[in-house]
């Protein structure tokens, strides 16, 4: 009898943590040639500069601003220079320290050491993930006020992957 009761609430709680406060859904911003999931409908804004295209996804649910960024470059060699860029600019804009790195894949991704993830911790609470497939790199952000919830981080970058 014990055991039933144990596995009824054990099934109740695994219910409770599928609520869908974070409603995910694939997402294929145009011109990222990435897919990958979102747990709300992002707003996705692109633009040219200097000939090279930059774009953003962005949506808010359960607390925390979920972000993917991306930037063409001129050239695959300063790849590994920009993701550094990208990472220690987020930290500046966070008031943030940066946590230790590790590694950090995306199947189909250019293998780059500075392909990593890292906690950031100041004001706010966020997690970081960069990355690059050739002369474009990537940025994943998550941002909240609370600690970022480990189901949240590998729910929205879990399943990304290249569409191209």
Known sequence: MRRGLTQFIALLLLLAACTPSLNWRAVRPAGSH?????PC?????AREVAGLHQGLAQCDADGASFVLSWSALHDSRDAADALKDMRGSVAQA????????RPFAV???TPLPEAVQMDLAGARHAR???????????????VSDAP?????WEGFVGMAGFTE
């Open 94 to 101: 966070l008031h943030a320290t940066v946590g230790t790195p």
């Open 41 to 45: 409908k992002p707003d996705v804004a």
């Open 107 to 109: 199947p189909g991704m």
């Open 34 to 38: 990435l897919s990958l999931t979102f």
């Open 148 to 152: 970022i919830r480990p189901a949240a």
């Open 128 to 142: 970081v993930a960069t990355f690059a497939r050739d002369a474009q790199v990537y940025e994943l952000l998550v």
